[in-house]
């Protein structure tokens, strides 16, 4: 069984090594420099692991959405992967990521999309849980929260043949690419096990640095997605569940407010 993990980066020097670092198992790791104008190409090329990898770059930069879509086709059509993951430069994999993943695959191998938990670095340096989700199957009607993210789920290969990153978006790119492929698949399977850790140490995160224009285009787009597919009750009733939540994103308070 063949996992491809994708991770795009750009003028991630001070994070590429501790997460190439945390790399186990038998991954086919593809990276993608979105055209980075630090070290952050150098210190690849130069880690024990890189002849292990396929590291490709942009010719200018086009956004991290651009980038995950060039992985997705390396992985499908020069990797032949069965699943997919991806990850951000500046976060890590957890150290059991490989195991977990297999274990959860295996049992639940009908199954197109599978979450995580994942634990994130809060300011005194511990880890903690972010996600609490039990082990099982979620359909359309009750899907767990949290399921919009892209970095703490595998996907089948199969799955994302027709299927790719809205590159125009800032935020909320993951949101859009989720509903596309629960348009497909109709549940996902939640592990209770842990495969990722989030920082929260880089001050350039789109998370921070996102603007209210940034959130009315990914507004926009949600809207658009409930418009052409208004006649898939099920899918746009999860659409309308997920906006109660997003007003409680760390991104909305920030720019808009709130309690």
């Given at each position: ?5 994708i ?11 501790r997460?190439l ?21 150098e ?11 396929i ?6 930069s ?33 150290p ?14 009908d ?27 979620y ?21 994302l ?5 809205e ?34 140490d880089?001050?350039n ?28 009750k ?5 659409v309308?569940?997920?906006q109660?939540?997003l ?13």
């Open positions: 069984m063949r996992i491809a993990l991770i795009p980066y750009r003028n991630a020097e001070k994070w590429i090594k997460c670092d945390s790399i186990k198992g038998d991954f086919e790791v593809i990276l993608i420099d979105d055209h980075s104008e630090d070290n952050s190409h210190i690849v090329d130069n880690h024990p692991n890189h002849d292990n990898f590291h490709t770059s942009t010719m200018v086009f956004g991290v959405s651009a980038a995950r879509n060039i992985g997705i086709y390396h992985a499908i059509e020069d990797v032949g992967a069965d699943y997919i993951a991806f990850l951000d430069a500046d976060d890590e994999l957890h059991d990521a490989y195991r977990n993943m297999c274990k959860a695959i295996s049992e639940a191998p199954d197109k999309i599978i979450q995580f938990n994942h634990l994130m670095i809060v300011d005194n340096g511990f880890p903690v849980p972010r996600m609490h989700n039990r082990q099982g199957t359909f359309l009607n009750n899907l767990p929260k949290l399921w919009v993210s892209a970095v703490n789920k595998v996907y089948k290969a199969e799955l043949e027709n299927i790719q990153f590159q125009y978006l800032v935020h909320g790119e993951d949101e859009l690419f989720n509903l596309d492929c629960l348009k497909t698949a109709r549940r996902i399977y939640n592990s209770e096990l842990v495969t990722m850790i989030h920082h929260k880089n001050p995160s789109l998370s921070k640095s996102t603007t209210a224009e940034d959130l009315i285009w990914e507004q926009n787009a949600l809207l658009g997605f409930l418009e052409n597919h208004a006649d898939d099920e899918l746009c009733e999860a309308r569940q997920r109660a939540e007003w409680n994103n760390p991104c909305y308070k920030r720019v808009f407010g709130g309690a």
